[in-house]
């Protein structure tokens, strides 16, 4: 005999995921809103330096679409295994597809940019 569980820990685990995620939206929001003040100001007073190095997106675009694609691959074989085919089965193939899409977009960016040489 299966009990589900009660009324108010479907609550929490419903909300403490949202909480979290609110919670680091915010970080996240002021982190970027005070280093970009921060450069107004050293803009304004004649402090601020362009930094020597680029930021390799396509380089990170590989990176983050093999882990996702890493994770989302080992995520949906799993619940694959453990629900079979149902809703559970999107927690792995959301970042499955994502690291699909970014590893797409550095073969695209690779090809334009020999494209243009």
Not at 57 to 70: Q, W
Not at 77 to 104: C, H, N, S, T, W
């Amino acid at each position: 005999m299966t009990q589900s569980p009660s009324a108010v820990a479907q609550i929490m685990i419903t909300i403490i995921p949202i909480v979290g995620i609110v919670c680091g939206s915010v970080v996240v929001f002021f982190y970027l809103y005070y280093g970009h003040r921060a450069k107004i100001i050293m803009i304004e007073k004649g402090m601020y330096r362009h930094p020597i190095e680029k930021f390799d997106l396509e380089g990170f675009s590989l990176f983050m679409g093999i882990l996702s694609f890493s994770v989302g691959l080992g995520m949906s074989i799993f619940f694959m295994f453990k629900e079979g085919f149902g809703y559970g089965l999107l927690g792995g193939l959301i970042p499955l597809f994502v690291g699909m899409g970014l590893i797409a977009y550095f073969i695209i960016r690779l090809k334009i940019n020999k494209r243009n040489e």
